[in-house]
């Protein structure tokens, strides 16, 4: 397996990087940063500055400008304890060679960055085995330019004459590793394909959202189960999935990993058995953190998501959470109780329009407006117990 447990740790000082393009605008990329360090921050690494460039297209050498390479360089020499530098775009491996040969720091992308996370926080055999296959389809374009001192002949009895080039025997290496990863997330798959049709005739509710939005928090309180939550992202990587019964009426509810932004394609493509899941899902809850002030692009992120998953034509409520959150950074304490009132309708009423009605406005942390959301939940799976399972339904009313 390759070893990423170096890439951060907790004694990391980073630095961050990002690229301004002509569709983007300061206060998208100012945002992009944000989630970076957060991102950064749940790997460990503190970061102590950032650094964005404003370009046509990135630079193909080194992906910023020279110049605003050198800046970052009198910067790190200047500080004396920058250990990290993290790019929020992705990078080719001559890219990451040609910026840590000018700079001397190593350096990593926001790919990277993600996997690192990803592998320490994979705990089954599943999830370390999708982490280890996209951290070899990552590393594998990358060979030349990051291993560029493997290219020579290799040496010794045997290897004389043509032969093959270290970086080619590191290739097929790798090649022939994630052929055997595959494999074994093929029989994963079958063993995960078994167990849900263990499951029986019931409907299937699946929590999807960007992450961090409150998703295993509001699993707990629909469940009534423990399910690991904490204020970082990707807490939960492995679906986790929990029999609910409200009012007679039985459903399986699971948990999936939460999206983001630029996720890495191959890691998307690696963990495709956990969000079969969200596929075979009869009614998604689509968990929406209102009170981030980038929401709505999150929200469309995920959709985008759900879209390229198939899921578009599924039964969906959106579950706006952190109430508490958007109220206590939106209102003034000196706002008045009617304004206030004003606020909060206009805003229920163009989700309910948008969502069809299929919208509920809760606060997870201390259950607001949860029996609403279970109510609401429950009528959406009685009437697909009507669609699916039609001589089952009589007995859950």
């Known amino acids: 397996m390759i070893d990423k447990k170096n890439i951060v740790n907790q004694e990391e000082h980073a630095i ?30 503190k970061t102590i500055k950032r650094f964005t460039q404003r370009l046509k297209h990135p630079d193909a050498r080194s992906f910023v400008g020279k110049g605003k390479l050198e800046e970052i360089k009198k910067f790190i020499l200047s500080k004396g304890n ?3 530098v993290i790019f929020d775009d992705e990078l080719t491996g001559s890219q990451i060679q040609n910026i840590e040969k000018e700079i ?29 296959l996209a951290q070899y389809q990552y590393i594998l374009p990358r060979l030349k330019g ?25 290739r097929r290496i790798v090649k022939d590793k994630i052929s055997l990863l595959k494999k074994r997330l093929g029989d994963y798959d079958r063993q995960a394909e078994t167990q849900r049709q263990e ?5 299937r509710v699946a929590l999807v959202g960007y992450t961090n939005v409150g998703k295993s928090t509001i699993m707990n309180g629909l469940s009534k189960s423990e399910v690991f939550a904490e204020n970082k992202l990707f807490a939960t990587l492995d679906t986790t999935t929990r029999k609910c019964v409200f009012e007679q009426t039985p459903f399986l509810l699971s948990d999936t990993v ?50 390229e998953l198939g899921c578009t034509d599924k039964p969906t409520i959106t579950i706006f959470n952190k109430m508490d959150k958007f109220e206590e950074v939106t209102f003034d304490e000196w706002l008045e109780e009617d304004v206030k009132k004003d606020i909060l309708r206009e805003l229920k009423e163009r989700w309910e329009e948008s969502t069809k009605g299929n919208c509920v406005f809760v606060s997870a942390i201390d259950k607001k407006n949860f029996d609403v959301l279970r109510q609401t939940i429950l009528h959406k799976v009685r009437d697909m117990y009507q669609i699916r399972y039609p001589y089952k339904a009589e007995y859950f009313y």
Do not use: C
Not at 107 to 123: C, E, H, V
Not at 263 to 280: G, M
């Open 16 to 45: 961050l990087v990002g690229v301004i393009q002509p569709d983007q605008t300061e206060s998208q990329v100012t945002e992009y940063l944000d989630e970076l360090e957060f991102l950064a921050e749940t790997a460990g690494v």
């Open 82 to 84: 920058i250990t990290l």
């Open 104 to 132: 001397n720091t190593r350096t990593i992308d926001r790919s990277d960055l993600i996997l690192d996370i990803f592998a320490s926080r994979a705990k089954t055999a599943q999830a370390r085995t999708q982490v280890e």
């Open 146 to 170: 990051m291993w560029k001192h493997l290219e020579r002949q290799g040496g010794g009895v045997g290897t004389r004459g043509p032969g093959e080039t270290e970086i080619e025997t590191d």
């Open 199 to 203: 499951r029986g005739e019931f409907i």
């Open 258 to 307: 939460g999206f983001i932004r630029k996720l890495p394609h191959h890691l998307v493509e690696s963990f495709k058995s956990t969000l079969d899941e969200v596929r075979e899902a009869d009614v998604l809850l689509h968990v929406v953190d209102i009170a981030h002030p980038q929401y709505e692009e999150q929200l469309a992120v995920v959709n985008k998501t759900l879209a």
